[in-house]
Each structure stands twice: as C-alpha cells, then as structure tokens.
C-alpha cells in the first residue's frame, strides 16, 4: 500500500503524536509498505537535517508556533499537502489527531476520492478548557467535521472511544499504542543513577512529559514533601519554571530520550502520572514495560491500562492528597512494589509496536476492501 500519513507533529517533536506517526511510518516501511509523512516544519540549527532519521520521506510544511508554546508548531496553509498526496499516488491517507494540518489532509483525501483513516489521539476539548476555560464546543465540532469524513476513526483507548461516539463521531475502532519492551525494561534499573538521584537512599517517584498546566504535574507537589521521597520530573515546557519553585525538593531532568530515558525509568520506585486529559498515556506502559508499579487518574487512557490494585492504584483525578497517599502506601512495602512492577510488564508484553501495527494495517485493508466494495455497487 502507499500511505500518506498527515500528522500534525513529527520527530524531533518529542510527544505522543510524533512517536506514534514514527512508529507507524517504521512499521509500514518494514512490512513492505510505501509511507510518505507530512508534517509541520521545525527549526533547524545550521545544516541540521531532522528527518535525516526518518524511515521514509517527510514533507514539512511552513508552520508557525503556537502562542504561549513555541514546543507547539501549526502548519500554515499550503498546497504542498495536496501535491505530497497526488504524487506518492497514495491508495490511504491516514490522519494523525487531525486538527489543522490533519483537517487539510482530510479535505485533499475528499477532492481526490481517496479513503482516509482519523487517529484520535489529542483531548482538544479538554486543552480548550484548561488553556482558555471554554471553547470545549467548538473544539468538539471541529473534530467532528474531520472525523465524520473518514472512512475510519481509531479511538487510542476505550473512553476515548466512548467520548468520540457520545460526540455524535461514527465508524469508530479501537487501536491501542504499541511499548517497545526492547528499549524499556527492568534489568536497566541502575543503582549509580539512583544513588544520584537520591543520594540519601530516598524512594524514586517519577514522572515523565510534557511540563505544562494539562498535565497538572503540581499536583505531586504534596508527594515531593513526603519523607524519604524523592521526586523526579522528566520532561519540558512552559510549567518548568513554576513547577520547580512550587516543589524545591525535586529533582527536574529537563527532556531525556531514548536509552537514557529507558534507564531512568527502570531506576524509580513508582512512576506517577497526573493528567486527567490522556486519550491512551505512553508514559504509562512504559514505566509498566520498566517493571515500575503506577499512580495514574482514573480517567481516559490508564483506565486501560493500570490495573487497580494489581499493576498499581487508579486515584479521583485532580485529587493531590488521593496521589501521595497512594505513593505512601506504597512506599511503605517494597514486595506490594515489586509484585505491582512484576505485574505490569507482564502485561504489556505482548503490546509490541509490531503488533499494534499490524492491526492498523489491518484496518487500512478493511478501508480499502470497502471502498472497492461500494464501488462495485
């Protein structure tokens, strides 16, 4: 098959999106598919090359940053994604949390008759409320507008799907996240890091993302003054600043990747996730692929993937004090730990990004068999 795959961030984006769009694009190319990817551009330094990586071609698009977020890039309107689609002859296009780059995509996969797969991914509704305190309707339409036109629209998780039907979206399929149990595993808990981490033998809680007001991180303010506790915060973004004063006894990396963040994440006791607006959370199964038990919402995506007093404990989102007493307790029983972490991978070693990808291909061959089908009539 030939894919265009219109995602509204790509590596060297360091978010959910992006790693998704890799992901898919790196699955495609090893099963013998043909990818291109249209993303936004992003700044460069002097002969930097950021797709110098990339399994397939990427076309960028001019693109500007988000105001008050300049991590954030939203592409520009442009011809080149119509171009991009006619000229890879593509027989699929598949939309990345389709927003504004996805939107055009959508509406150049309509004029040229194609069929188009949505990937819902983003909660915009939700960052509409947290950013300006309203706005949730009109986001919802948006993504309605979009969504509806697909042949096909991937929910990550099964509230996701269930807010995407309530919200009038049809054609509606559940397609999870992949981990890979490769990269994040527990033999690469590492004692030296932890010793500098924690100096004082403290136990590791751990919290990996993006630094900004949907993630709620202040809300392991409470859990930082906890004795014998030593937060550590992965990851970037406006937040920062305000974060590390509100909680002084923190440890903040700013942006890790790679092997190094898989052995950060195989060195905590327990990882904590805070937000309440995940569609799936990555960051999850990877704590959970590291061997580390989780604190996360019982909201959105980690009602899929945390089993509540099995790989670790669902808490009332937004509730600080419900988080550090879950911390504690578990901070109070190593082998309660070592069970929750044991459990966890356990679980999500079948969730291979192979997998996962296979099943979208499978739902690429659905798409297309139907639209030959109606065709046919």
């Not at 305190?133 to 629209?153: F, Y």
Request: proline share 8%.
């Amino acid at each position: 098959m030939r894919v265009v795959i219109v995602t509204e961030s790509f590596p060297p984006d360091v978010n959910g999106v992006a790693h998704c769009a890799l992901q898919t694009a790196r699955h495609l190319v090893d099963r013998g598919h043909s990818p291109v990817v249209v993303a936004p551009a992003v700044p460069t330094a002097a002969g930097d090359e950021p797709d110098d990586r990339a399994p397939c071609p990427v076309v960028r698009i001019p693109s500007l940053p988000l105001p008050g977020y300049p991590q954030v890039r939203v592409a520009l309107p442009s011809r080149r994604v119509t171009t991009a689609i006619t000229e890879h002859r593509a027989d699929l296009v598949h939309l990345a949390s389709p927003f504004v780059l996805g939107a055009r995509g959508m509406a150049a996969a309509s004029r040229l008759g194609l069929p188009a797969v949505a990937v819902y991914q983003t909660d915009l509704a939700g960052y509409a409320r947290t950013y300006m305190g309203a706005g949730e309707a009109a986001a919802w339409r948006r993504i309605r507008s979009v969504h509806s036109a697909a042949d096909l629209t991937l929910a990550p998780s099964g509230a996701a799907r269930s807010d995407l039907q309530e919200h009038g979206i049809p054609r509606v399929e559940l397609w999870p996240r992949g981990v890979d149990t490769v990269r994040f595993r527990p033999e690469l808990r590492n004692e030296a890091l932890r010793r500098e981490l924690a100096p004082n033998g403290e136990l590791i809680v751990g919290y990996v993302g993006r630094l900004a007001p949907e993630k709620q991180v202040e809300l392991l303010a409470g859990t930082s003054t906890l004795p014998g506790v030593r937060v550590v915060v992965v990851g970037d973004g406006p937040s920062r600043a305000g974060l590390e004063q509100a909680m002084p006894g923190a440890v903040f990396l700013g942006r890790r990747t790679g092997d190094e963040l898989a052995r950060i994440f195989a060195s905590l006791d327990v990882f904590a996730h805070t937000g309440p607006f995940e569609t799936f959370c990555q960051t999850v199964q990877e704590a959970m692929a590291s061997g580390v038990p989780v604190v996360a919402p019982a909201v959105g995506g980690p009602l899929d993937l945390v089993a509540h007093g099995r790989t670790g404990f669902l808490v009332p989102p937004c509730d600080a004090a419900a988080v550090r007493d879950a911390v504690w307790s578990l901070a109070a029983d190593p082998r309660l730990r070592a069970a929750y972490g044991a459990a966890g991978r356990a679980t999500v070693e079948g969730r291979t990004w192979a997998a996962v990808g296979d099943r979208l291909i499978g739902y690429y061959t659905d798409v297309l068999a139907g639209r030959r089908t109606a065709v046919a009539a």
